[in-house]
């Protein structure tokens, strides 16, 4: 492809959307670049905004859910993780980046070209390109001059070699040379450590690289008011604005902590740093930055609006029958039944008081992702659960909560009535154990006994209950 051919092709592909000249972005970084930082960082001024690398082959089976209570779209995993969450306001500023081989490709340019192509080929958005220089000059403007060639909207340089680290300093002079190289964009970076510290300074980055444009890792990731033209803000007021898009977006309270942990950075050790790394829920976490009443807030216009959806869908989770089975939209949530009893066991108490056979389960694994699902049945009629499970067990009990909830019975979900299906010798067995376990703890010389009893005995009843 010529470099007239290639502009053509660069400039159809971002014609109406993203254009990467004389841009600032927030670069891509493990668990960083999930959708608090990249909204923040949007906030104070950046341009564009990449998510942080995930793995084609996890993405490729997910399942794309419009979220209408956050009112984000969701890629979720089969075991209901959220790999990827997105809304409207970052809509034509945030870049996919995927990723899977990561700097180990640089020694095989053939591949680089062949998947760069494919997706150039097969995808109608820009395509972009993130590498590490290589060892010489002349290798890496090889590679990039291949790159281009591709079709490719925009090269990222990180401008250290693969087996460097952010002590080192970048190689302005490799990422100035690509820029002469090649016609498409060049986004410089790697200028965190001794020359991106303020907004002011990303300009110098671009000037001293001789880059379109500049992406900023760690600095955006200490401080995302690092994009704010008219300087910094204390990292105070930007860790609150943080928390306060992680409670909005229902961010997964391990990363909150985590993104506040970098932009703490020696101060983790702080009241403030100890009280955080304690928290395990965003709820505990919006108590150590005095952000209680504005969590409550939230959750209760978060709760109005999905009780507003339910309300407003007239088709409810009702059953469906697939061929000779019935099927319901039921994933198995451990917390919800906090009993010792699970809804096999309701089941099996079931079939044994009306005299019927006992319950059979058969149970398949998807090979992709290593996910089950179970099927029951119950006097000839079968009952499985639409949903893929991360346990032989959870699908299994997936599919008994179908049958309860087809056949209307209990299924020892909180909230429930004592019901009497369960047998009454069985749950005055258990009260007894657990009675012996709680004199045992306070008999003085008794601990490894107690362990022993506790654990190995009461913990030991509890999961031959749930394994029914």
Request: glycine fraction near 6%.
């Amino acid at each position: 492809m010529t470099n007239q051919a290639n502009k053509e092709n660069m400039t159809a592909n971002t014609v109406g959307r993203l254009c990467f000249r004389n841009v600032n972005a927030l670069a891509p970084m493990v668990r960083v670049g999930t959708l608090p930082t990249r909204l923040l960082s949007l906030d104070y001024g950046a341009d564009i905004v990449y998510s942080e690398e995930l793995i084609d082959i996890k993405m490729a089976q997910c399942q794309r859910v419009v979220n209408e209570v956050l009112e984000t779209v969701d890629f979720v995993a089969p075991d209901e993780r959220v790999m990827f969450r997105t809304c409207e306001k970052e809509k034509d500023r945030v870049v996919f980046q995927m990723g899977g081989m990561g700097a180990a490709l640089l020694s095989d340019p053939d591949k680089i070209e062949a998947i760069l192509r494919t997706l150039v080929k097969g995808v109608s958005k820009p395509v972009t390109c993130k590498i590490r220089i290589l060892p010489t000059l002349e290798d890496t403007l090889s590679l990039v001059k291949r790159i281009e060639n591709t079709g490719v909207a925009a090269i990222a340089v990180h401008g250290r070699l693969k087996d460097e680290r952010p002590r080192h300093p970048v190689h302005c002079d490799f990422i100035q040379a690509i820029a002469e190289a090649v016609s498409i964009p060049v986004i410089a970076n790697g200028g965190s450590l001794d020359r991106v510290k303020a907004h002011a300074d990303i300009e110098e980055f671009r000037k001293a690289t001789g880059a379109s444009s500049v992406m900023v890792a760690r600095a955006a990731m200490w401080n995302p008011s690092v994009f704010r033209s008219q300087g910094l803000l204390s990292v105070e007021e930007v860790m609150e604005e943080y928390l306060k898009y992680a409670i909005r977006y229902d961010n997964h309270a391990f990363n909150t902590k985590y993104c506040l942990c970098q932009m703490l950075r020696d101060k983790v050790e702080s009241p403030l740093g100890k009280q955080l790394k304690s928290a395990q829920t965003n709820k505990e976490i919006c108590e150590g930055y005095g952000l209680q009443e504005y969590y409550k807030k939230t959750q209760a216009e978060l709760q109005a609006r999905r009780e507003a959806i339910q309300t407003n869908h007239n088709h409810p989770n009702q059953p469906v029958l697939d061929g000779d089975v019935t099927t319901m939209h039921v994933k198995f949530e451990r917390r919800e039944y906090p009993g010792e009893f699970s809804p096999k066991m309701f089941l099996l108490e079931w079939s044994r008081k009306e005299n019927l056979e006992q319950p059979r389960y058969e149970t398949v694994q998807r090979s992709q992702d290593r996910a089950f699902q179970s099927m029951v049945t119950m006097t000839g009629k079968k009952y499985r659960s639409t949903l893929w499970e991360k346990s032989k067990k959870y699908a299994e009990q997936a599919s008994a909560i179908v049958c309860l909830r087809v056949l209307g019975l209990p299924e020892g979900r909180a909230g429930e009535e004592y019901s009497g299906l369960v047998g009454k010798r069985k749950r005055e067995k258990n009260n007894e154990i657990m009675r012996c376990s709680m004199l045992f703890i306070f008999s003085p010389g008794l601990f490894c006994l107690v362990t022993t009893s506790l654990f190995g005995v009461g913990l030991q009843k509890t999961c031959s209950a749930w394994d029914y």
